[in-house]
């Protein structure tokens, strides 16, 4: 996990924000959020609303982590990080069930596991906790769309093999068979392996020499 | 509490306290204040978002209450009240009964919310039953929390739910028990209306609805007829 310290007087660059989509994705490259990701990404639209809620939760802690990091003893740092969070999770709990109850039906306890899903604590404590605020709020958008990417890239293949739908919408027609592993948490992984592969492949290939 | 011990040697530098040097009364005080803060925020979030929130699940329940009862158009709401059925206002709290009716107001069915314990968790249903014909005629789970794509099967599987179409639930005619209680069969072998066949590969969830609606009509289909009279002159308003 990055955990460098950026220059105060140095301003945002475009790679604090990148680095979470692509070089340091918290699922793909740092394997971090394994829970949410694999149980709550059997559709596209469940995949999208965790990434979404969480980067919501990322971004509004890691503002706050980093507004107060001056004011927060080292010694009850890891207290207050989770303070706030568990605040924003209540908050983004609410807002789930005020725009649709169907949603939050989908997502279940995972709304509230937000609370542990260890990117955030991570970044709290790697990044905002040690950087100013407009630096901290691009690496936390950055890492929770990276997040929401990952989600989205295994609910569709979750969702389309193992229901043979795109976010509802029936793709593969009626003469396909559903492969049911897909939706339950064993396809999760073998999703989630698939998507490895194709990323470490890409990596290596890039690394190569031309 | 250790906090007395060291708020007074805090801030002498010579003094024996932790290694690290912040004192207990700085901890507190930052983590009330913090707790002040995030407290405010989940307050306001919880008064902006509740409306929409009610309104959602009102909205949910009314799809439902239609669903569970063919033909209705609109409805009025019930409670009971030491086994007879009152407007809702009068036994606030108490179990809702949905009457359905038809667009001439002539009473069509009963929606009454029922939960149990399922696979994983609680499963919470609503079904519709009409007097008249003496049988369920709907069934919608409203929550549950069931292994995706088999217990699941008891929200999607069209063969399931037709058992709810017409499932036979009848008092005895000398008194307030149910004639032939509703019982689960194995799949192909229903032979009876009070019979549901349950699904292969989630003979738990299936047993779970099964014994949800059971229950549950055992209580309140006696509610329901004693009341007959209550729920037909209602839709005459």
Same mark, same amino acid.
């Given at each position: 996990?990055?955990?460098?310290?950026?220059?105060? +007087?140095?301003?945002?660059?475009?790679? +604090?924000?990148?680095?979470?989509?692509?070089?340091? &994705?918290?699922?793909?490259?740092?394997?971090?959020?394994?829970?949410?990701?694999?149980?709550?990404?059997?559709?596209?639209?469940?995949?999208?609303?965790?990434?979404?809620?969480? +980067?919501?939760?990322?971004?509004?802690?890691?503002?706050?982590?980093?507004?107060?990091?001056?004011?927060?003893?080292?010694?009850?740092?890891?207290?207050?990080?989770?303070?706030?969070?568990?605040?924003?999770?209540?908050?983004?709990?609410?807002?789930?069930?005020?725009?649709?109850?169907?949603?939050?039906?989908?997502?279940?306890?995972?709304?509230?596991?937000? @609370?542990? &899903?260890?990117?955030?604590?991570?970044?709290?404590?790697?990044?905002?906790?040690?950087?100013? @605020?407009?630096?901290?709020?691009?690496?936390?958008?950055?890492?929770?769309?990276?997040? +929401?990417?990952?989600?989205?890239?295994?609910?569709?293949?979750?969702?389309?093999?193992?229901?043979?739908?795109?976010?509802?919408?029936? @793709?593969?027609?009626?003469?396909?068979?559903?492969?049911?592993?897909?939706?339950?948490?064993?396809?999760?992984?073998?999703?989630?392996?698939?998507?490895?592969?194709?990323?470490?492949?890409?990596?290596?290939?890039?690394?190569?020499?031309? | 509490?250790?906090?007395?011990?060291?708020?007074?040697?805090?801030?002498?530098?010579?003094?024996?306290?932790?290694?690290?040097?912040?004192?207990?009364?700085?901890?507190?005080?930052?983590?009330?204040?913090?707790?002040?803060?995030?407290?405010?925020? %989940?307050?306001?979030?919880?008064?902006?978002?509740?409306?929409?929130?009610?309104?959602?699940?009102?909205?949910?329940?009314?799809?439902?209450?239609?669903?569970? %009862?063919?033909?209705?158009?609109?409805?009025?709401?019930?409670?009971?009240?030491?086994?007879?059925?009152?407007?809702?206002?009068?036994?606030?709290?108490?179990?809702?009964?949905?009457?359905?009716?038809?667009?001439?107001?002539?009473?069509?069915?009963?929606?009454?919310?029922?939960?149990?314990?399922?696979?994983?968790?609680?499963?919470?249903?609503?079904? =519709?039953?009409?007097?008249?014909?003496?049988?369920?005629?709907?069934?919608?789970?409203?929550?549950?929390?069931?292994?995706?794509?088999? =217990?699941?099967?008891?929200?999607?599987?069209?063969?399931?739910?037709?058992?709810?179409?017409?499932?036979?639930?009848?008092?005895?005619?000398?008194?307030?028990? %149910?004639?032939?209680?509703? $019982?689960?069969?194995?799949?192909?072998?229903?032979?009876?209306?009070?019979?549901?066949?349950? %699904?292969?590969?989630?003979?738990?969830?299936?047993?779970?609805?099964?014994?949800?609606?059971?229950?549950?009509?055992?209580?309140? $289909?006696? $509610?329901?007829?004693?009341?007959?009279?209550?729920?037909?002159?209602?839709?005459?308003?």
């Amino acid at each position: 996990m990055s955990d460098h310290k950026v220059p105060a +007087t140095q301003a945002p660059s475009a790679e +604090t924000f990148l680095k979470g989509l692509w070089k340091e &994705n918290p699922v793909f490259v740092m394997l971090l959020g394994m829970c949410p990701t694999l149980a709550v990404t059997n559709s596209v639209i469940n995949g999208l609303a965790m990434g979404l809620a969480t +980067t919501f939760v990322l971004v509004m802690s890691s503002t706050i982590v980093s507004l107060a990091r001056r004011f927060i003893p080292g010694e009850i740092r890891i207290a207050s990080f989770i303070l706030i969070i568990a605040t924003f999770v209540t908050v983004v709990d609410y807002v789930i069930q005020a725009v649709s109850l169907d949603i939050y039906r989908a997502l279940g306890a995972f709304i509230s596991l937000i @609370v542990v &899903n260890c990117i955030i604590l991570g970044r709290a404590e790697a990044f905002a906790s040690k950087n100013p @605020v407009r630096h901290s709020v691009l690496d936390a958008t950055g890492m929770g769309l990276g997040f +929401t990417i990952a989600c989205f890239s295994l609910g569709a293949v979750r969702e389309l093999l193992g229901n043979g739908t795109f976010a509802g919408i029936p @793709v593969l027609g009626s003469a396909f068979e559903p492969w049911t592993i897909m939706a339950l948490p064993g396809g999760a992984f073998f999703v989630l392996g698939g998507w490895l592969l194709l990323f470490s492949w890409l990596r290596e290939r890039k690394a190569a020499p031309a | 509490m250790a906090h007395e011990a060291t708020a007074h040697t805090g801030s002498a530098p010579a003094a024996p306290v932790p290694a690290a040097g912040t004192s207990s009364t700085k901890m507190i005080m930052t983590m009330g204040t913090l707790g002040l803060v995030c407290a405010v925020l %989940i307050v306001a979030a919880f008064q902006l978002t509740q409306p929409a929130i009610e309104r959602n699940k009102a909205a949910a329940l009314e799809r439902a209450v239609f669903d569970v %009862i063919p033909g209705a158009t609109s409805k009025v709401v019930f409670a009971e009240k030491d086994g007879r059925l009152v407007p809702e206002s009068e036994a606030p709290g108490a179990l809702r009964y949905f009457a359905g009716y038809d667009d001439n107001q002539r009473l069509v069915g009963v929606a009454v919310e029922a939960s149990g314990q399922g696979f994983a968790d609680l499963v919470k249903v609503i079904f =519709g039953y009409a007097p008249d014909r003496g049988a369920i005629v709907g069934m919608k789970v409203l929550e549950s929390h069931e292994t995706p794509g088999l =217990g699941t099967k008891i929200e999607t599987d069209a063969a399931f739910r037709a058992n709810f179409e017409a499932l036979e639930v009848k008092l005895r005619a000398s008194g307030n028990d %149910i004639e032939n209680p509703i $019982v689960l069969v194995k799949p192909g072998k229903k032979t009876n209306p009070w019979e549901i066949e349950a %699904i292969t590969g989630a003979t738990i969830s299936s047993t779970a609805v099964t014994n949800i609606l059971h229950n549950s009509t055992a209580r309140t $289909v006696p $509610v329901i007829m004693n009341s007959l009279q209550t729920l037909e002159a209602n839709g005459h308003e």
